[in-house]
């Protein structure tokens, strides 16, 4: 496998259920990012983990918990979770300074 | 805190003709800049990046930028539009340290007509 995947692609949820989103590099890259994608809505970085630093949204509601165990394997754990939470959830993951960013195809998430 | 503005939430264009998507940001230094498309049911691929030098960038697909830093813009530009580009378009910036975090504009939609 190359590039960055993203499991389960479809989810759908209640509120009270538990649920993780699970994504994985193959690119040997150092960082990793989850991001949300909402309808009519600029992309929202939520997370990022690298070797230097671990950077959270300071506005993501704590019921969003990610997990990064290795530099190719990030998690996004969720837990009672609100309708407005539904949108595609991306991972990416990059090397180095600024540059590029490669973007799995998503998880999309709906809660019920 | 920087912004990315992209005015135009949809373009329609006709095959063969010519596209620019614009957009500006809003920050006190030069930024690094990109833009990233997005196809239905896919994550994001980058098109092309500016981070010095020759203001003109060439991307992938045919696609081409030019930094203007008296307007504070980059704007996309393509010849001669293809159906496949049918897509949405992101203009971001990054800042920074590590210019690890990039903030994304609302996008634009690409409708090619036959």
């Known amino acids: 496998e190359t590039g960055v995947t993203q499991t389960p692609r479809h989810l759908v949820m209640g509120m009270t259920n538990k649920k993780s989103l699970k994504c994985e590099q193959h690119?040997?890259?150092?960082?990793m990012y989850w991001y949300k994608q909402s309808a009519k809505k600029p992309l929202e970085l939520m997370f990022v983990y690298s070797l230097e630093e671990r950077v959270e949204n300071n506005s993501v509601p704590s019921r969003f918990s990610p997990e990064c165990p290795n530099s190719s394997h990030l998690f996004l754990h969720l837990h009672t979770l609100q309708p407005e939470d539904s949108a595609l959830y991306l991972c990416a993951s990059s090397h180095g300074g600024p540059g590029e960013l490669f973007f799995g195809e998503g998880s999309r998430l709906t809660v019920l | 805190a920087q912004s990315v503005t992209q005015p135009d939430i949809h373009i329609t264009v006709s095959e063969g003709a010519s596209l620019e998507l614009r957009c500006n940001y809003s920050?006190?230094?030069?930024?690094?800049l990109f833009w990233y498309v997005q196809s239905p049911g896919q994550g994001l691929q980058l098109l092309l990046k500016?981070?010095?030098?020759?203001?003109l960038v060439q991307g992938i697909k045919g696609f081409e930028a030019e930094f203007k830093r008296s307007q504070s813009s980059f704007n996309l530009r393509k010849p001669s539009v293809h159906w496949s580009d049918a897509a949405e378009y992101f203009c971001a910036v990054a800042v920074g340290g590590s210019a690890r975090q990039l903030t994304f504009g609302s996008g634009t939609q690409l409708t090619v007509l036959p």
């Open positions: 690119l040997g890259h150092n960082a």
């Open positions: 920050y006190g230094a030069t930024p690094y």
């Open positions: 500016y981070f010095s030098g020759d203001t």
